[in-house]
């Protein structure tokens, strides 16, 4: 299994960026995936997820602001953010049961 996740970067306050995660090595359709982030010195905290018929779920401290969603036919899942804040400076990974892709650092700072 192979967790490709790209899309992180430098993005003032109030801005958006959007995180891909292809995958591969996986029936992609009939698995939930998600999204973690890891705050230096932190353990990772589940950010969202989306199971494998759509439905997902967020953490309190994005819900409204991030949007997790998945293409089925790319085999990618999606974690559009908006409206972000320096509290959301960390290091993003995508998740499929047992595997991790590599982070991406998504950095929110003026």
């Known amino acids: 299994v192979q967790l490709q996740a790209s899309g992180g970067g430098l993005v003032q306050p109030g801005g958006s960026l959007r995180l891909s995660c292809a995958a591969s090595g996986i029936i992609f359709s009939s698995n939930a995936m998600g999204w973690y982030r890891q705050f230096p010195g932190k353990q990772r905290e589940l950010v969202a997820s989306?199971?494998?018929?759509?439905?997902?779920r967020y953490s309190e401290s994005v819900k409204g602001r991030f949007t997790i969603s998945r293409d089925n036919a790319k085999n990618t899942v999606y974690l559009q953010m908006n409206s972000l804040e320096p509290e959301d400076t960390a290091v993003y990974y995508c998740?499929?049961?047992?595997?991790w892709g590599r982070g991406t650092l998504v950095t929110v700072s003026s």
């Open positions: 989306i199971s494998s018929g759509g439905s997902a």
């Open positions: 998740n499929v049961l047992l595997w």
